[in-house]
């Protein structure tokens, strides 16, 4: 089956932004074991995507175009593909009155535009989108079958993986089988993690392990290939196995699993609470926590006191201490980290100071230099000292981790057999 | 002057690697005036290069490709690029002489597949690349200029940099000037933005607009073209003017502008400070504003108050409140912002309080369901009753900007003409 994507939208072409959808798409057609033929980016122009339209119709089995489906009047993806298939462009009534429903409960009057998102080619399917307005429309143009997606991220991925990539992996059965685990680890180099699996590849059939990271996790990719289902399953579970037991605590879990998630489950399995002092991260370290769903269970107070008054104030973090130490030093980061788990009646207690810069606020320490705690019931508060590398955001990223991993390690939240 | 981009690469097909030759360069293309109409990635196979060289020679004038002039089998661009010219591969004997002497200066002999990358359309100019092996090859094809470069990065941008950006200036000293502005707006839907500008670029010789959504954010695309840059720049400058009174207060800023700037040049303005008290955000308010940097000049303090017992022990909210009322409820959220403003000492409060879901804890109203509250030194407490659509990421994320979006309007940080 010869795939191709089709991406429209000016602002790909300007390099402002990559087109995200499309990588994350090509990945999981490649995990399917149907790699893209081709890939065509081309303007919001009317005669450019009639013309990627027939192009690729007439070589390509299937279509997967993103962009251009929102009720604008550069948004002209539906009626181009009208055009290439040779059927008029007509109004679906359910997609038209799901529309004019979602928005009303929004408060929102729908406007003639908004209608513009309801129109289809005439025989297209209309698969209903629930993350948002515009629908995927299923269109046949020449020899192809075309999907035709918005190009909002969080749309195009959701319809993605509800819809098309399911009916894909249907037939792409027959094909040679491709298992991908990806391990997800916080807190250990990329280099590190080659030097742990060294050879590991070579002693099991089919397996390529490759790296990736996405700041500021280390992701290892297990890829097993193989002729029989079953096997390559078996081949994956051990490799995954024997990879976990090289790696150690730094992998928090595998696929896609979150370090939040990590830290939920090992609370839960306690019946315990946690809270929150905050400085540079200001309010990241809590809204990490946060992503996870339920985190009102357990998840009870964070403060950030990102002044030296706020500080005292709130976490009665004393006023000799900050003016002997620093507010960016080991005791003040466990005082707040004692603060906080008081102030919010918590089992454990988490904390984080330090300079995310640009400036140093007349601190002698570097940029990047971070202190994290942890208050625990054992009575005891633990501080790690962190140098960071980067920018301000890279800090603030590494440190709300840094806070949720302390943790998540303490509590022995480690990925087991996946 | 029309612009294609041709990246070859199998890899470049798998989702593992993002093509940032092609986003560094259109980037820069985008600077000089002379933005890419069209960019097709093909796998390194024959049919489909030469058929991509074939469609873009037809209707282009000017085509870049990246990939595939490397020493092995794989590596065919310069052969499709002969055979798509109507010319034979000869070999360059200048290059060829160049390989040998730099691979003879590493200690290593050149061996027939060296060659490869000596041989080139009959025809062709060759420009030499001393960041690598490969040359440059610049080929007519078709009605088009071709020209091939390596898709090693530092290649690439090197070659680029000294020796195609710079021609192509001069080339574009003529061309139409293309100026663009971005208004960034928030809390007005892409279609309500569509309709406040609808006839404006008819009004304006030379003017398009363009609409995009990076939610939360919605960003309306002035573009100018024009013969002359001094003409192009000021119908920019006044149709900005006549957007920015259209839009209204939505938009917070141009170009780079971001949400937290706008609120932190409106509090340094009156020298002004900010406590935040949160709950289904969870520390992305503070941690939004905290983006800018600085923020600690004017952000003192965020309490994330998820539970009930923190809203009463940290913010002080009566628990007689929290019974009759309910925490997601109007009278809750402006206690919030009061009792963020009291402990923080700080001249603005701000709060909200919201469901998330996916549950709804027993609350009567639905996900989704936000209420946003800013306390001011005037004495009075602003709530505003919002309903956000989407999944729990979405919802905390229009949350924060809120907030912060509250605070900018109630200090008139809109948009100046720019």
């Known amino acids: ?21 499309g990588l994350w798409l090509m990945e999981r057609l490649a995990a399917l074991g149907l790699p893209v033929r081709r890939k065509t980016t081309v303007r919001d122009r009317r005669d450019d995507i009639l013309d990627a339209f027939r192009a690729a119709s007439g070589r390509s089995d299937l279509l997967i175009c993103s962009g251009g489906l929102g009720p604008t009047s550069d948004d002209i993806t539906a009626e ?70 918005p190009g909002v991220p969080r749309e195009f991925v959701g319809l993605c993986e509800e819809i098309l990539l399911p009916q894909l992996g249907a037939l792409s059965a027959g094909a040679p089988v491709r298992r991908v685990r990806v391990l997800r680890c916080f807190g250990i180099a990329e280099s590190h993690l080659d030097d742990a699996l060294d050879g590991l ?38 490799a995954t196995r024997e990879a976990l037991r090289r790696i150690g605590p730094a992998c928090f879990g595998s696929d896609g699993a979150t370090l939040p998630g990590a830290v939920a489950r090992a609370l839960r399995a306690r019946n315990a609470t946690v809270a929150l002092a905050e400085s540079l991260t200001a309010g990241l370290g809590a809204a990490l926590l946060a992503d996870e769903p339920g985190a009102s269970d357990w998840l009870r107070l964070s403060v950030v006191a990102y002044t030296d008054d706020a500080k005292r104030a709130v976490l009665g973090i004393p006023a000799e201490l900050l003016a002997t130490d620093g507010a960016v030093s080991e005791r003040v980061a466990a005082a707040m980290a004692e603060g906080a788990r008081r102030l919010g009646g918590s ?7 330090g300079l995310a810069g640009p400036g140093t ?29 980067g920018d301000r955001e890279r800090i603030r990223r590494f440190t709300a981790y840094a806070m949720a991993d302390a943790l998540r390690r303490h509590l022995g939240g480690t990925a087991g057999p996946a």
Request: aromatic share 4%; proline share 5%.
């Open 80 to 149: 181009c593909a009208a055009e290439a298939a040779g059927a008029p462009l007509v109004q679906d009534d359910a997609t038209w009155e799901s529309i004019r429903a979602r928005l009303e409960r929004r408060g929102i009057a729908a406007t003639e535009n908004n209608r513009r998102q309801a129109m289809v080619p005439k025989g297209a399917r209309v698969h209903a989108n629930r993350f948002g307005t515009a629908p995927m429309i299923e269109v046949a143009i020449g020899r192809s079958r075309a999907f035709l997606l």
């Open 361 to 389: 606020g007349g601190s002698p320490e570097p940029v990047g230099t971070v202190f994290t705690a942890l208050s625990a019931p054992d009575g005891e508060t633990r501080v790690v000292r962190h140098r960071f590398g």
């Open 347 to 353: 089992t454990f207690g988490l904390s984080c100071t």
């Open 1 to 21: 089956m010869e795939i191709e994507l089709i991406a429209t939208g000016d602002e790909l072409l300007e390099g402002t932004i990559a087109d995200g959808n």
């Open 201 to 238: 590849a070579a002693r099991f059939p089919g397996l390529s392990i490759g790296y990736r990271t996405t700041l500021p996790e280390n992701h290892v990719r297990l890829v097993v290939v193989g002729p029989k289902a079953e096997q390559a399953d078996a081949v994956l579970e051990e």
